[in-house]
């Protein structure tokens, strides 16, 4: 599992990186759905633990699954831009990956902003601070990683779980396995702990 070193985060400020650190809250995102296999069994799981979360969602997957888009918002989750065709912001002009992203907005209309693969030129992280808050990672579990497995992936997120922290998950094909196995076993760990599991909410854009 991938924790940003500190000196990333120091020299580059514009995205969130973590939270608050003095709450004791954790806040799970999930990337590049809606899906409607995985995702519907994503949401029956956070509730049973009555844990919001933050679904980072890709356009074009909004514009095939509204009703399951709708769903994650109808149950008490936030929702960010994840592009409308996953795209790596360092493979992509600056003037088309902001147009990708203005035409996720349309449809999903969020002022979070996740780049896929956490790839993203500082010519276009700029660009996009003036509308949205760019929105990183604490850890990152790779649950979509076939080479990753949840017998790994739980140890690892009870191991670097903080206040404040910013975990990404998948809500995809890629990662079915792994996320619906690992997530009751995290979530149940967290509570335990005594964490909240509270969706990202920041008014603040800039």
């Not at 709450?23 to 799981?45: H, M, S, W």
Request: hydrophobic letters at 35%; a positive charge; proline letters at 6%.
């Amino acid at each position: 599992m991938r924790q940003i070193p500190g000196i990333i985060k120091r020299f580059w400020k514009t995205p969130v990186w973590r939270m608050n650190p003095s709450e004791k809250v954790i806040y799970l995102t999930f990337d590049d759905g809606p899906n409607p296999i995985v995702t519907p069994r994503v949401l029956d799981i956070l509730d049973r633990y009555d844990a919001k979360a933050t679904f980072f969602c890709v356009g074009e997957n909004v514009a095939k699954y509204p009703e399951i888009f709708e769903e994650v918002k109808k149950r008490g989750h936030a929702v960010g831009n994840h592009t409308y065709n996953h795209l790596k912001g360092n493979e992509n002009s600056l003037s088309y990956y902001v147009e990708n992203v203005k035409k996720a907005d349309e449809i999903i209309s969020s002022p979070l902003f996740r780049p896929p693969h956490g790839r993203i030129s500082l010519k276009q992280a700029k660009a996009l601070k003036k509308d949205y808050k760019i929105i990183m990672w604490d850890f990152i579990t790779y649950d979509y990683d076939k080479r990753v497995t949840q017998s790994e992936i739980v140890p690892e997120v009870k191991k670097k779980s903080r206040n404040g922290s910013i975990v990404v998950f998948h809500d995809s094909l890629k990662a079915e396995k792994n996320v619906l196995s690992a997530l009751p076993r995290v979530l149940d760990f967290l509570t335990k702990e005594g964490y909240e599991m509270r969706a990202l909410i920041i008014d603040d854009k800039k």
